[in-house]
């Protein structure tokens, strides 16, 4: 099994840790506790928390990190589509499903969705309710409201407001 390793990045309203291999991320998520890094730091961790940093600024609308997370094939695709929402934009959970070529799969849409290990990075914050409510968030609703308000300044040009 490969090694892990971690390192945490703190942000104005976020605690956020990130763990990678050697090679590519592997997870990103919020938490509570400011932890210590692993005595390694791979420049793939160097590369998540400076492009997790310039996001937070407002100066980055795409990340460009080497990711695999953990998960079923379908949870993959989900991932993979959900990095298409464009910086700025939601998509309905109804819109996913529709995306993945079968409306009926909108429940396990949601909760591949729900199970994303890299926050941010794969912005399954983009996915909305149908009548536009803020429906779960892992990182919590708070993390995703701010998530989207920060998207929406940046794509609208109104970053002097943070």
Partial sequence: MA?????????????LKIESD????????FVIVFGGPSDI????LEQAQQQLK?????????????????????Q???WALLCKIPFGKTWTYAEMANKL???????????ANGKNPVAIVIPCHRVIGTNGSLTGYAGGLENKRYLL???NRVANGVMELF
């Fill in 54 to 74: 310039e996001y937070f600024e407002g100066n980055r609308r795409e990340f460009t990190l080497k990711l695999e997370p953990l998960g079923t094939d379908f």
């Fill in 41 to 44: 730091q791979p420049k793939i």
């Fill in 76 to 78: 993959k695709k989900v």
């Fill in 101 to 111: 070529g079968d409306p009926k799969v909108i429940r396990a849409a949601a909760s």
């Fill in 22 to 29: 050697e090679h590519a991320i592997k997870a990103i998520s």
């Fill in 149 to 151: 308000d920060l998207e």
């Fill in 3 to 15: 090694e892990y390793f971690k390192t945490f990045l703190k942000t104005t309203n976020h605690v």
